[in-house]
Nanobody
């Protein structure tokens, strides 16, 4: 059973930076896509970024491209999301997610494993 544990959220001023981490355990190989999603109050869960673990190819939502960077550390089995130039509209609960396979989806329904979420709040 894959388990995901996020950390690194917090309160930051607009224009600031945060780095989220997601420690993964229970995976048996590298045939996974891992990603970050976020959900603001009253809104649907939305795709932020994803990475294909086997080859490191990355994918971003248009709203975060150029500001956020998704990366992985194979040795630590950890996923990261470096968030720069944060805006108040980035405020949300951020979730780490994983799905077995190589296809990258932006629909959260395609991901089988989820962390508990970490709150990011950006104030102006």
């Amino acid at each position: 059973q894959v388990q995901l544990v996020e950390s690194g959220g917090g309160l930051v001023q607009a224009g600031g930076s945060l780095r989220l981490s997601c420690a993964a355990s229970g995976r048996t190989d590298n045939t996974y896509v891992m990603g970050w999603f976020r959900q603001a109050p009253g809104k649907e869960r939305e795709f932020v970024a994803a990475i294909r673990w086997s080859d490191g190819n990355t994918y971003y939502a248009h709203s975060v491209k150029g500001r956020f960077t998704i990366s992985r550390d194979n040795a630590k089995d950890t996923l990261y999301l470096q968030m720069n130039v944060l805006k108040p509209e980035d405020t949300a609960l951020y979730y780490c997610a994983a799905r077995r396979g190589v296809a990258v989806f932006t629909d959260f329904a395609n991901y089988n494993y989820w962390g508990q979420g970490t709150q990011v709040t950006v104030h102006s």
